[in-house]
C-alpha cells in the first residue's frame, strides 16, 4: 500500500529551470564558456558541483577545485538573489492542489531535493507546512543519481521505500527512485522521464484521482 509521497522541488513544484538557466548563463559568460538551454536541461536533478562539472567538461575546461567551488558559489548568489521575487503565485499548476489534497488525506509527504536552496524555495511558497520531513541538498552526501535522498525521505516518514512514491521531473531523478525501490511518477517528457511507473505531461494532469487510477492495488 501507498502511504507517503516524495517530492523532488524544482520541476515539480515550481519551475526553477529557468532561474538556474539565467545564473549558469550569467556565469559562462563573465567565463567567455559556452552554455545553452540544451546543457541546462541535462542538469535537472544534479547537484550544483556535479552541474559545474559538467559545463566545464562541456567546454573542456580544468581548473583548481578551490577554484571550482568559488565558481559555483557565484553562481548561487544570483540564483538566490533571483528567488527573491518568488511568490505564493509560482507553484506549478496543481502542484498545490495535490500536497492539499494528499495532506488532508493523511499521507505522509516529505521533499527529496537536490537543491542546498529548498528551504528558502519552499518559504517563498509558503509551502513548508506540506510537509513532514524536509530533505535537501545538505541532506545527504550522493546527490541523484543515488537513491539516498529518497531512502533517507523514507526513513524519516517511517515507511519503507514499496510503500512511497516518488514524483520526479528528471531522468535522473527517476533512476534514483527506481533504484531504491520506489514506486515513481514522471512529470515532462516520455524521452525524460518515460521510464518512470507512471508519467504526466505536467503536474496539472497529475491529480491524487489520476494517481490512484493507474496504481489501483496499491491505494
Ligand atoms: C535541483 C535542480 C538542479 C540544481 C540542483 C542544485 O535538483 O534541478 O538544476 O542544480 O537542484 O540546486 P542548488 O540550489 O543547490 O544550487
Ligand atoms: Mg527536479
Given at each position: 500500500m501507498i502511504k507517503g509521497f516524495i517530492f523532488d522541488l524544482?520541476?515539480?513544484?515550481?519551475?526553477?529551470a529557468e532561474l538556474h538557466y539565467e545564473a549558469w548563463k550569467n556565469l559562462s559568460d563573465a567565463m567567455g564558456w559556452h552554455f545553452d538551454r540544451g546543457l541546462n536541461e541535462s542538469?535537472?536533478?544534479?547537484s550544483r558541483m556535479d552541474s559545474i562539472k559538467a559545463i566545464m567538461d562541456h567546454n573542456k575546461i580544468e581548473l583548481e577545485p578551490g577554484m571550482v567551488e568559488e565558481l559555483a558559489e557565484r553562481k548561487n548568489k544570483i540564483y538566490v538573489d533571483s528567488l527573491g521575487?518568488?511568490?505564493?503565485?509560482?507553484?506549478?499548476?496543481g502542484a498545490r492542489e495535490l500536497l492539499t489534497h494528499l495532506r488532508n488525506e493523511g499521507f505522509g509527504v516529505a521533499l527529496g531535493s537536490s537543491s542546498k536552496n529548498a528551504v528558502m524555495v519552499l518559504q517563498q511558497l509558503n509551502a513548508i507546512r506540506y510537509f513532514d520531513f524536509i530533505g535537501d541538498g545538505?541532506?545527504?552526501?550522493k546527490s541523484k543519481p543515488a537513491p539516498d535522498i529518497f531512502l533517507y525521505a523514507a526513513q524519516q516518514l517511517k515507511?519503507?521505500?514499496?510503500q512511497c512514491l516518488v514524483v520526479e521531473d528528471a531522468e535522473k531523478g527517476v533512476d534514483a527512485a527506481k533504484t531504491g525501490g520506489f514506486y515513481s511518477v514522471g512529470i515532462g517528457p516520455k524521452e525524460r522521464v518515460?521510464?518512470?511507473d507512471l508519467r504526466f505531461d505536467s503536474m496539472g494532469e497529475a491529480t491524487l484521482f489520476e494517481i490512484k487510477s493507474h496504481f489501483k492495488d496499491l491505494f
Open positions: 524544482d520541476g515539480v513544484i515550481t519551475d526553477t542538469l535537472r536533478g544534479i521575487g518568488m511568490t505564493e503565485q509560482d507553484y506549478l499548476p545538505n541532506t545527504v552526501a515507511l519503507p521505500p514499496a518515460g521510464h518512470a
